[in-house]
């Protein structure tokens, strides 16, 4: 069986609310695990400057009695990204994600989130994966210095065209070969790729560290049940295999005005198979 301090709620859902109001709403629902979503209104960094200063999010996400199990700096709607032919990009995204690093060890999470950045669909794509892998070391190696650990998610195709599938994840990760950097996986476009999560599981095993549980018709990042993908069958296999780690859901879509509504509906779900 799972337990309750794996499962944790996220902000994404809560993007037109204060930070108070989400951590309270979390809270009050029963969670004791979160994972923070590093933008604007909640907290994000920009240059060496956290927005609000970590210590003061760090202090009201203890309060709650929550745990921060993973600090997730957004990465798809800004313009940093570690795969970009422009150096210049490039340079600025390291950056971004080097201070974020650091915001994470600051919040007190000891892993961080990463993507694989992306190619323009017009050009080949053979050195956006150079530098993407060269990058995820950099990031790999900073973070191993500051006593973290990066987690890699896998993507829609429509997101980015490297790391979009279970074979696209393995290979990224032979090829940066750092003990840093570890799998996760995201149900909905682990699903949209065909893929299962035994698969994942079978192909990291316990270095599969990190769960984000959405459900899709197919995509769409919503609230278990919302959608038709098969999380039943992906929380069972989590449970037979033994998996220790986090379960963030990751919501994004659905009733913006009501999100303790989508979070809650999600998390009754899972209570069956808490022990």
């Keep these: 069986m ?19 109001y989400m951590l309270d ?8 695990a979160f994972e923070l979503w590093g933008a604007y209104p909640h907290q994000f960094v920009d240059g060496e ?19 921060l199990v993973c600090y997730t700096p957004e990465q798809l709607l800004y313009y940093y990204n570690i795969a970009s032919l422009d150096k210049t990009i490039r340079d600025k995204s390291l950056a971004y994600y080097k201070r974020a690093i650091d915001a994470a060890c600051e919040l007190g999470a000891d892993r961080m989130l990463m993507t694989s950045g992306w190619g323009l669909y017009d050009e ?25 650990f990066l987690v890699l998610e896998n993507l829609n195709s429509f997101e980015s065209n490297l790391v979009n599938s279970l074979p696209t994840m393995k290979k990224m990760l032979e090829e940066v070969r750092h003990p840093a950097l570890k799998a996760m996986v995201d149900t909905v476009p682990m699903h949209g790729a065909g893929e299962t999560m035994k698969d994942y599981l079978e192909a990291f095993g316990d270095d599969l560290r990190h769960v984000h549980l959405i459900d899709g018709s197919p995509i769409g990042h919503l609230a278990w049940g919302k ?20 379960i963030t859901f990751e919501i994004a879509g659905g009733d913006q005005r009501n ?11 899972i209570k069956k198979y808490l022990g």
């Excluded at 080949?124 to 973290?148: F, M, V």
């Excluded at 999100?259 to 999600?266: K, R, W």
């Design 2 to 20: 799972l337990k309750l301090e794996q499962i944790a709620g996220m902000g994404l859902i809560y993007k037109m609310y204060s930070l108070d």
């Design 25 to 32: 709403d979390l809270a009050s629902m029963g969670f004791r």
């Design 49 to 67: 400057t956290s927005f609000p200063p970590c210590s003061v999010v760090r202090q009201k996400i203890a309060e709650r009695g929550l745990r």
């Design 124 to 148: 080949p794509i053979r050195d956006n994966w150079k530098y993407s892998c060269e990058s995820l070391h950099t990031l790999a190696e900073h973070a191993q210095e500051q006593g973290i």
């Design 227 to 246: 959608g038709y993908l098969p999380l039943d069958e992906d929380v069972q296999a989590l449970v037979d295999h033994g998996y220790q780690d986090a």
């Design 259 to 269: 999100p303790g509504l989508e979070m809650a509906q999600s998390f009754s779900r």
